[in-house]
Every structure is written in C-alpha cells, then in structure tokens.
Nanobody, 125 residues
C-alpha cells in the first residue's frame, strides 16, 4: 500500500502563486509515476502534470504549461507542484496520484493506483 498526503492549498488572488506538496509513504520503492490531477465542481477529474520517479521526465496539460512546474525530492518521497500566475479557472481540488507500473497513459486518471485526499485551491478574480 501507498499513502499520499497533499498539502499547501488555499485561497489566493489571480496572479498569485502556491506550492502544493504530496508526501508519499508505504511501499514507495514501487512508485514509478507521480502525478497531479484536479477536479472542479461539476467537472471531470483532469490531468495537470506528471513526473517519473527516477527519470525526471515531466508532462503537463496545455492549460498549465509554462505556469506550473512539477518536481520531486526522492529523499523525502515528496512531489511538489509549483503554481504561478494562477487564474480563477485553476480553482479546483488538487489530487496527487501514483502508480507502480511504467505502462499506461500519464493523462488518464484510471491509470493510477493510489490517490491522496485532495487539497482545495481557490483563485479569486
């Protein structure tokens, strides 16, 4: 089992920055991909960013490319999402996810095995 705990959400104004953290525990040696998704009220969960645990490759949704940066600290088993130039449309619950397999889409929520409880990000205009 893997446990994921997100933190760092909050209420900010448009243009501000936030950094989300996701601390992983349990059988983290099996983790391969770490990802962030988000879900706004009435909408489906959508991909935000992903990183491979050892290779350092990163992937981003077009809507956040150039504004968000995913990074990881393997010694701390923690993944971060630095969010800059936040917009009201970034408002959502942000979830951290991981999976053991190297196979499968980075972008599809069903490809991930473990999820955190989510952290709310609200961006006011």
């Amino acid at each position: 089992q893997v446990q994921l705990v997100e933190s760092g959400g909050g209420l900010v104004q448009a243009g501000d920055s936030l950094r989300l953290s996701c601390a992983a525990s349990g059988r983290t040696f099996r983790n391969y991909v770490m990802a962030w998704f988000r879900q706004a009220p009435g909408k489906e969960r959508e991909f935000v960013a992903a990183t491979t645990w050892s290779g350092g490759s990163t992937y981003y949704a077009d809507s956040v490319k150039g504004r968000f940066t995913i990074s990881r600290d393997n010694a701390k088993n923690t993944v971060y999402l630095q969010m800059n130039s936040l917009k009201p449309e970034d408002t959502a619950v942000y979830y951290c996810a991981t999976r053991a397999s190297r196979l499968g889409s980075y972008y599809y929520p069903g490809s991930y095995d473990y999820w955190g409880q989510g952290t709310q990000v609200t961006v006011s205009s």
